[in-house]
Each structure stands twice: as C-alpha cells, then as structure tokens.
C-alpha cells in the first residue's frame, strides 16, 4: 500500500494520494469494491484540484478583504438591492463580458462588496485581479505612457 501511495503522489496525485491514506486508516478499504473505491479515490483528487486552483486565483487577485457573499449584510440601513448584489453572484455579467462599477460614500462597503464578488468569481473557476480606484487609474497612467495598453488588458483577462 505504501508503494501504491508514493506512486501517486510521485505522479502528482496528492488527493488521491490523501484518500487512501484515509481509507487505510479508517480501515473501510477493504469494504469498498474496486469502482467504488476508484470513485472515492478519483472524486478526492478534483476536489483537491478545485480546492488548489480556487486558492491560486485568490492568491492572485490581491483582494483587499477575504469576504464572501455570505458575509454581506443586506439589512435596510446599507441600501443594497439583495437581488442585485444576488444576480451578479451568479456570474452571468461575465460570461456576457459585462462590468460592474460600485460607488458609494467612504467607508460604506464597496471594497468588501467588490472582493465578496471577486471571491465568488474565483470559486466559478475566474481568474480576478483587484484594484482599488487610485491603483488602477496609476497603472492606466502607466500604461498609456508606455503605449501597451493592449497587453495590459490582455495579462487582466
């Protein structure tokens, strides 16, 4: 068994690698049937995938808050549309290459609300890059002066 494990984790299967291991451990191995055990073996490692990529793409998005869409609050004093803010959770502004300016008073959420949002799209499988208004407009300025502008936008997408 041993061999087994180091073999796939030698072929970068870490959550395949992870399952057995508990498997082994919880000593229900040898109750499974060949496909059901490579059904729990083979779900383990996407999960890890999926777990691993969701973690780079909010790694380098840079947000400013770790928030999510759970952690909004909708009472009536912050005078968020619910629907709204629900809508675009969903992440069909960008599919349909869409975009979202969020304005507001200082202090009143907006970056919170723009990285729940961010976050979302990282667990949708997006990459997200997060700038607040002055650091975008100095990298714009940047930019243009440098005539690159295509490649910046493209290296956002």
């Given amino acids: 068994m041993e061999q087994i494990k180091s073999e ?56 400013r808050y770790r928030a999510s869409m759970e952690e909004i609050n909708f009472d009536a004093s912050g005078g968020l549309d619910k629907n709204l803010i629900l809508s ?28 729940a949002l961010g976050d979302r799209a990282c667990r949708q499988g997006y990459s997200v890059i997060y700038f607040g208004m002055q650091k975008l407009l100095s990298k714009l300025k940047i930019v243009r002066i440098e005539g690159v502008a295509v490649r910046f936008f493209e290296k956002l997408a």
């Fill in 8 to 63: 796939l984790s030698g072929m970068r299967l870490s959550g395949m690698a992870a399952a057995l291991q508990t498997l082994q451990e919880s000593r229900k191995i040898h109750e499974l049937s060949f496909t059901d055990g490579l059904r729990i073996l083979l779900q383990a490692e996407r999960d890890q995938r999926q777990s691993n990529r969701y973690a780079r793409l909010v790694k380098n998005a840079s947000f």
């Fill in 88 to 115: 675009l959770a969903n992440g069909s502004y960008i599919r349909d290459a869409g975009s979202i300016l969020i304005t507001g008073a200082t202090g009143c959420g907006k970056s919170f609300i723009a990285s």
